[in-house]
């Protein structure tokens, strides 16, 4: 499984809650710090230790431990045998749209997805991704308008994605006030799709530093080593339509706007 690098490190609290955060000049008191790839090869090499099923999840969902004698890391894992088919999304895909979610944060350098990778578990192949420990009560809808400002990359990476189920509960807010995207078994089909709550930036201008790095990625999509990371994970077409939503934005350099039929998702929450 090949990992993008980051520069985030990752924090063991003493409750086997993890926290993550940008700041690597900041000593913790508590706890061992981890880089992100230490936590990715962690989740990748250890043994999985089913706690239990989350609840009110359409798929089997799992909250794990990835342990070994010095680290005790919570995770989400979603075994591919628990996905429920779908009419419109590709059987047993699922958890390959999660881990490319986290590839495409990752490459665009906006970090918005906890790291997730593709293994072998207890149920088979699936999905895990690192754990954000954060209160279930607060979510999109209960977020101060200052701190959905700092939610614009995330109405480009979803459009992007072609996500279609942006719901206000798959924003976090970890307990040191980071925001955090999950849950994108839904996203990369090859039709227009895009489901979010995020829509208050729509048709604004595109600001240039995000821009920038839009372009940095579409560029690099054609390079062999990003680009066989996306290939491994969605089939030609998806990748194609990837691409020409990357370049409708290039193009329009605005905010997408919603589409034509519903573009909420059911719940909101």
Not at 61 to 73: D, G, M, S, V, W
Not at 168 to 191: P, S
Request: glycine content about 6%; proline content about 7%; charged content about 25%.
């Amino acid at each position: 499984m090949r990992t993008a690098t980051s520069a985030r490190n990752v924090t063991d609290i003493a409750t086997n809650s993890i926290a993550m955060t940008d700041a690597q000049d900041t000593e913790q008191p508590q706890g061992v710090a981890l880089t992100a790839d230490e936590v990715l090869t962690l989740m990748a090499e250890s043994e999985l230790d089913l706690e239990g099923l989350m609840p009110h999840g359409s798929n089997y969902t799992f909250l794990a431990y990835a342990q070994t004698e010095q680290h005790k890391l919570p995770v989400i894992y979603k075994p591919i045998r628990g996905e429920q088919p779908l009419w419109d999304f590709p059987t047993g895909t699922l958890a390959l749209r999660e881990v490319c979610a986290y590839q495409l944060s990752e490459a665009l350098g906006w970090n918005f997805v906890p790291p997730t990778i593709l293994r072998d578990g207890p149920h088979g192949p699936g999905s895990v991704q690192f754990y954000v420990h954060c209160d279930p009560e607060v979510h999109y809808f209960t977020l101060e308008d200052s701190e959905k400002e700092s939610l614009r990359p995330a109405a480009l990476f979803d459009f992007i994605a072609n996500n279609a189920d942006r719901k206000g509960g798959h924003v976090l807010k970890a307990e040191d006030n980071r925001l955090w995207l999950i849950d994108h078994g839904l996203c990369f089909h090859h039709e227009y799709k895009l489901r979010s709550v995020i829509w208050e930036f729509a048709e604004q201008p595109i600001e240039p530093e995000r821009l920038a790095a839009i372009s940095e990625f579409r560029t690099k999509l054609e390079d062999t080593a990003l680009r066989e990371i996306f290939e491994d994970l969605l089939n030609t077409v998806e990748m194609n339509a990837m691409k020409a939503r990357i370049d409708d934005l290039l193009s329009t350099k605005q905010y997408p706007a919603p589409g034509p039929g519903r573009h909420y998702p059911w719940p909101p929450v």
